[in-house]
Protein backbone atom coordinates (compact mmCIF):
# COMPACT_ATOMS: atom_id res chain seq x y z
CA UNK A 1 0.00 0.00 0.00
CA UNK A 2 1.73 3.29 -1.28
CA UNK A 3 1.30 6.18 1.76
CA UNK A 4 2.87 9.40 1.68
CA UNK A 5 3.52 11.97 4.28
CA UNK A 6 2.57 15.73 4.33
CA UNK A 7 6.31 16.15 2.68
CA UNK A 8 5.22 13.21 -0.51
CA UNK A 9 7.69 11.30 1.19
CA UNK A 10 6.53 7.44 1.46
CA UNK A 11 6.10 6.11 4.38
CA UNK A 12 5.70 2.62 5.35
CA UNK A 13 4.23 1.00 8.52
CA UNK A 14 6.49 -0.65 10.26
CA UNK A 15 5.67 -3.38 12.89
CA UNK A 16 9.51 -3.87 14.79
CA UNK A 17 13.33 -3.58 13.94
CA UNK A 18 15.82 -5.75 14.82
CA UNK A 19 19.14 -4.21 15.24
CA UNK A 20 21.50 -7.39 14.46
CA UNK A 21 20.31 -10.27 12.99
CA UNK A 22 22.84 -13.22 11.33
CA UNK A 23 19.95 -14.69 10.16
CA UNK A 24 18.16 -12.73 7.42
CA UNK A 25 20.59 -12.34 4.23
CA UNK A 26 24.20 -11.94 4.54
CA UNK A 27 26.75 -11.14 7.12
CA UNK A 28 24.88 -8.88 10.06
CA UNK A 29 21.81 -6.82 9.11
CA UNK A 30 19.65 -4.20 10.54
CA UNK A 31 16.32 -6.12 9.62
CA UNK A 32 12.94 -4.20 9.34
CA UNK A 33 9.53 -5.83 9.67
CA UNK A 34 6.99 -3.90 7.67
CA UNK A 35 3.21 -4.42 8.02
CA UNK A 36 0.43 -5.48 5.59
CA UNK A 37 0.59 -9.03 3.56
CA UNK A 38 -1.97 -10.34 1.16
CA UNK A 39 -1.34 -14.07 1.63
CA UNK A 40 -2.68 -16.16 4.60
CA UNK A 41 -0.18 -18.60 4.72
CA UNK A 42 -1.86 -21.23 7.25
CA UNK A 43 1.84 -22.00 8.79
CA UNK A 44 2.65 -18.16 9.38
CA UNK A 45 4.47 -17.29 12.12
CA UNK A 46 3.62 -13.45 12.14
CA UNK A 47 0.21 -12.86 11.38
CA UNK A 48 0.51 -9.39 13.57
CA UNK A 49 1.56 -8.45 9.93
CA UNK A 50 -1.07 -8.74 7.83
CA UNK A 51 -2.79 -5.62 8.88
CA UNK A 52 -1.51 -2.87 7.03
CA UNK A 53 -1.53 -0.48 10.20
CA UNK A 54 -0.30 -2.18 13.14
CA UNK A 55 2.24 -0.03 14.37
CA UNK A 56 3.53 3.06 13.45
CA UNK A 57 4.33 5.12 10.03
CA UNK A 58 7.78 6.08 9.40
CA UNK A 59 9.98 7.69 6.56
CA UNK A 60 12.66 6.30 4.47
CA UNK A 61 14.89 9.20 6.24
CA UNK A 62 14.04 8.46 9.98
CA UNK A 63 15.02 4.88 9.62
CA UNK A 64 18.36 6.10 7.48
CA UNK A 65 19.08 8.44 10.54
CA UNK A 66 18.82 4.98 13.03
CA UNK A 67 20.85 2.38 10.62
CA UNK A 68 23.63 5.26 11.10
CA UNK A 69 24.25 5.01 14.48
CA UNK A 70 24.76 1.07 13.50
CA UNK A 71 25.97 1.61 10.35
CA UNK A 72 29.65 -0.16 11.37
CA UNK A 73 28.40 -2.91 12.75
CA UNK A 74 26.47 -4.17 9.80
CA UNK A 75 27.04 -5.19 6.25
CA UNK A 76 23.58 -4.45 5.21
CA UNK A 77 19.65 -4.59 6.15
CA UNK A 78 16.82 -6.12 5.38
CA UNK A 79 13.40 -5.50 4.80
CA UNK A 80 10.74 -8.29 5.59
CA UNK A 81 7.21 -8.78 7.18
CA UNK A 82 4.62 -8.60 6.12
CA UNK A 83 5.60 -8.64 2.53
CA UNK A 84 7.51 -5.42 2.00
CA UNK A 85 6.67 -5.28 -1.54
CA UNK A 86 3.74 -4.04 -0.46
CA UNK A 87 5.61 -0.76 0.33
CA UNK A 88 7.32 -0.33 -2.82
CA UNK A 89 7.78 3.70 -2.98
CA UNK A 90 9.17 3.52 0.54
CA UNK A 91 11.44 0.49 -0.12
CA UNK A 92 12.76 2.21 -3.36
CA UNK A 93 13.48 4.97 -1.25
CA UNK A 94 15.42 3.25 1.93
CA UNK A 95 17.42 0.81 -0.36
CA UNK A 96 18.64 3.94 -2.64
CA UNK A 97 19.60 6.00 0.74
CA UNK A 98 21.21 2.65 2.24
CA UNK A 99 23.18 2.51 -0.63
CA UNK A 100 24.75 5.74 -0.13
CA UNK A 101 26.03 4.59 3.24
CA UNK A 102 27.93 1.82 1.24
CA UNK A 103 25.85 -0.69 2.81
CA UNK A 104 23.81 -3.56 0.98
CA UNK A 105 20.49 -4.34 0.61
CA UNK A 106 18.38 -7.41 0.83
CA UNK A 107 14.68 -7.93 0.42
CA UNK A 108 12.57 -10.84 2.22
CA UNK A 109 9.54 -11.38 -0.20
CA UNK A 110 6.85 -14.29 -1.04
CA UNK A 111 6.84 -12.07 -4.29
CA UNK A 112 3.10 -11.82 -4.11
CA UNK A 113 2.14 -8.38 -5.34
CA UNK A 114 0.91 -6.42 -8.58
CA UNK A 115 3.84 -6.80 -11.43
CA UNK A 116 4.35 -2.81 -11.33
CA UNK A 117 5.27 -2.63 -7.47
CA UNK A 118 7.20 -5.71 -8.26
CA UNK A 119 9.07 -3.55 -10.76
CA UNK A 120 10.01 -0.34 -8.40
CA UNK A 121 11.91 -2.10 -5.94
CA UNK A 122 13.60 -5.11 -7.92
CA UNK A 123 16.30 -3.07 -9.38
CA UNK A 124 17.30 -1.86 -5.65
CA UNK A 125 17.74 -5.05 -4.46
CA UNK A 126 21.40 -7.07 -3.95
CA UNK A 127 20.16 -10.36 -2.47
CA UNK A 128 16.46 -11.46 -2.37
CA UNK A 129 15.64 -13.96 0.05
CA UNK A 130 12.19 -15.53 -2.03
CA UNK A 131 10.29 -18.14 -0.25
CA UNK A 132 8.36 -19.69 -2.82
CA UNK A 133 6.36 -21.59 -0.76
CA UNK A 134 5.26 -24.61 -2.74
CA UNK A 135 6.19 -24.68 -6.63
CA UNK A 136 3.18 -27.39 -6.90
CA UNK A 137 0.41 -24.54 -7.33
CA UNK A 138 -2.45 -27.06 -5.59
CA UNK A 139 -0.45 -27.04 -2.40
CA UNK A 140 0.79 -23.29 -3.02
CA UNK A 141 -3.23 -22.12 -2.94
CA UNK A 142 -3.99 -24.52 -0.02
CA UNK A 143 -0.86 -22.86 2.06
CA UNK A 144 -1.51 -19.53 1.34
CA UNK A 145 -4.94 -18.80 -0.30
CA UNK A 146 -3.96 -17.63 -3.20
CA UNK A 147 -2.86 -18.62 -6.72
CA UNK A 148 0.74 -19.16 -7.28
CA UNK A 149 0.72 -16.69 -11.03
CA UNK A 150 2.28 -13.51 -8.94
CA UNK A 151 4.86 -15.46 -6.97
CA UNK A 152 6.04 -17.38 -10.57
CA UNK A 153 6.20 -13.67 -12.10
CA UNK A 154 8.31 -12.47 -9.35
CA UNK A 155 10.69 -15.01 -9.68
CA UNK A 156 10.98 -14.24 -13.70
CA UNK A 157 11.85 -10.82 -12.86
CA UNK A 158 14.30 -11.42 -10.52
CA UNK A 159 16.10 -13.61 -13.20
CA UNK A 160 15.39 -10.65 -16.43
CA UNK A 161 16.88 -8.70 -14.11
CA UNK A 162 19.87 -10.53 -13.49
CA UNK A 163 19.61 -10.12 -9.68
CA UNK A 164 20.80 -13.09 -6.70
CA UNK A 165 18.69 -14.46 -4.71
CA UNK A 166 18.25 -17.51 -2.45
CA UNK A 167 14.93 -19.62 -2.53
CA UNK A 168 13.25 -20.45 0.72
CA UNK A 169 11.85 -23.73 0.40
CA UNK A 170 9.49 -24.35 3.68
CA UNK A 171 9.75 -28.34 4.85
CA UNK A 172 6.42 -29.83 6.44
CA UNK A 173 6.98 -33.33 6.44
CA UNK A 174 3.88 -35.31 4.47
CA UNK A 175 3.55 -31.96 2.50
CA UNK A 176 6.14 -30.47 0.94
CA UNK A 177 8.74 -32.76 1.79
CA UNK A 178 8.81 -36.02 -0.93
CA UNK A 179 12.02 -36.73 -2.95
CA UNK A 180 9.20 -35.67 -5.72
CA UNK A 181 8.87 -31.76 -4.30
CA UNK A 182 12.22 -31.48 -3.64
CA UNK A 183 13.33 -33.06 -7.18
CA UNK A 184 10.53 -30.79 -9.00
CA UNK A 185 12.15 -27.61 -7.15
CA UNK A 186 16.16 -28.41 -7.88
CA UNK A 187 15.21 -28.97 -11.62
CA UNK A 188 13.43 -25.86 -11.29
CA UNK A 189 16.03 -24.02 -10.11
CA UNK A 190 18.58 -26.11 -12.52
CA UNK A 191 16.97 -24.23 -15.20
CA UNK A 192 17.63 -20.48 -13.53
CA UNK A 193 20.87 -18.22 -13.92
CA UNK A 194 20.93 -16.25 -10.82
CA UNK A 195 19.80 -18.77 -7.93
CA UNK A 196 22.25 -19.43 -5.44
CA UNK A 197 20.93 -22.25 -3.87
CA UNK A 198 18.35 -23.43 -1.50
CA UNK A 199 17.41 -22.48 2.00
CA UNK A 200 15.28 -25.05 4.07
CA UNK A 201 12.83 -23.25 6.53
CA UNK A 202 11.89 -26.20 9.01
CA UNK A 203 8.28 -25.61 9.70
CA UNK A 204 7.77 -25.00 13.65
CA UNK A 205 5.04 -23.94 16.22
CA UNK A 206 6.81 -20.87 17.81
CA UNK A 207 3.75 -18.51 16.05
CA UNK A 208 1.07 -20.57 16.93
CA UNK A 209 0.61 -18.34 20.17
CA UNK A 210 -0.22 -15.42 18.13
CA UNK A 211 -3.00 -17.34 16.10
CA UNK A 212 -4.74 -17.81 19.67
CA UNK A 213 -4.12 -14.37 21.00
CA UNK A 214 -5.57 -12.82 17.37
CA UNK A 215 -8.85 -15.66 17.69
CA UNK A 216 -7.73 -16.66 14.57
CA UNK A 217 -8.29 -20.61 13.89
CA UNK A 218 -5.09 -22.36 13.61
CA UNK A 219 -5.75 -25.12 11.00
CA UNK A 220 -2.77 -26.81 10.37
CA UNK A 221 -2.75 -29.07 13.59
CA UNK A 222 -2.30 -31.93 11.58
CA UNK A 223 0.87 -31.56 11.09
CA UNK A 224 4.34 -30.89 12.10
CA UNK A 225 7.72 -30.07 12.35
CA UNK A 226 10.42 -31.78 10.80
CA UNK A 227 13.21 -33.85 12.50
CA UNK A 228 16.68 -33.29 12.22
CA UNK A 229 16.91 -36.60 10.29
CA UNK A 230 14.36 -35.49 7.66
CA UNK A 231 16.04 -32.40 7.51
CA UNK A 232 19.73 -34.04 6.96
CA UNK A 233 17.55 -36.25 4.14
CA UNK A 234 16.79 -33.38 2.26
CA UNK A 235 19.74 -31.62 2.52
CA UNK A 236 21.86 -34.86 0.87
CA UNK A 237 18.96 -34.55 -2.40
CA UNK A 238 19.76 -30.70 -2.75
CA UNK A 239 23.62 -31.53 -2.52
CA UNK A 240 23.23 -34.57 -5.04
CA UNK A 241 21.80 -31.86 -7.70
CA UNK A 242 24.62 -29.85 -7.26
CA UNK A 243 22.57 -27.04 -5.62
CA UNK A 244 23.64 -25.17 -2.16
CA UNK A 245 21.63 -25.95 0.25
CA UNK A 246 21.52 -23.88 3.78
CA UNK A 247 19.71 -25.44 6.61
S1 LIG B 1 3.83 -14.25 3.18
FE1 LIG B 1 4.87 -14.23 5.16
S2 LIG B 1 3.78 -12.69 6.37
FE2 LIG B 1 2.48 -13.16 4.61
S3 LIG B 1 1.09 -14.74 5.40
FE3 LIG B 1 2.80 -15.78 4.42
S4 LIG B 1 4.29 -16.21 6.04
FE4 LIG B 1 2.82 -14.65 6.80
Known sequence: MNIFNLSKQPVANVHSIESFSCIDGPGVRYVIFLNGCHLRCKICANPDTWNFQNGYNSTADEITQKIKKVKSYISGITVTGGEPLNSPYFVKDLFTRVHD?????????????????????????????????????????????????????????????????????????????????????????????YCKGIELLPYHELGVHKWKKMNFEFKMTDFRPPTQDELNNIVEIIKKNGINVIL
Open 101 to 193: LGLNTCLDTAGYVSENYMDIVIPYCDYTLFCIKHLDPEKYTFLTGKSQDKSLIFWNKLEENKKMYLIRHIIIPGFSDSEQDIKFLCDTIKQKK
